[in-house]
């Protein structure tokens, strides 16, 4: 089993940046992908980005690259994203998930656990 718990969220203004934490407990952390994923207001969930064991290989979402960056210190068992000049169609509950390997697609059946989320909200 892990645990994953999202922090970090909060309200701020177009333009601004804010940083995500994703805590993880309960099993090996450094050999699994960590992945975000978000879901806006009345919108599937959708990949944000992943990130693999050795934090070198990356993918993200058309919507947030050359903006976002993941990244994971695994001595903290702790993977992060942060998030630079965020728009108001950033705005959304964002999730941390587990990988069930060291690398995943962006398909959602392929991470095993999932963090309970955090909202994240850009002002116009």
């Known amino acids: 089993q892990v645990q994953l718990v999202e922090s970090g969220g909060g309200l701020v203004q177009a333009g601004g940046s804010l940083r995500l934490s994703c805590a993880a407990s309960?099993?090996?952390?450094?050999?699994?992908?960590m992945g975000w994923f978000r879901q806006a207001p009345g919108k599937a969930r959708e990949f944000v980005a992943i990130?693999?064991?050795?934090?070198?290989?990356?993918s993200y979402a058309d919507s947030v690259l050359g903006r976002f960056t993941i990244s994971r210190d695994n001595t903290k068992n702790t993977v992060y994203l942060q998030m630079n000049s965020l728009k108001p169609e950033d705005t959304a509950v964002y999730f941390c998930?587990?990988?069930?390997?060291?690398?995943?697609?962006?398909?959602?059946?392929?991470?095993?656990?999932w963090g309970q989320g955090t909202q994240v909200t850009v002002s116009s």
């Open positions: 998930a587990a990988a069930r390997f060291d690398w995943a697609s962006r398909r959602e059946s392929d991470y095993d656990y």
């Open positions: 309960g099993r090996t952390f450094s050999s699994i992908a």
């Open positions: 990130l693999n064991w050795s934090g070198i290989r990356t």
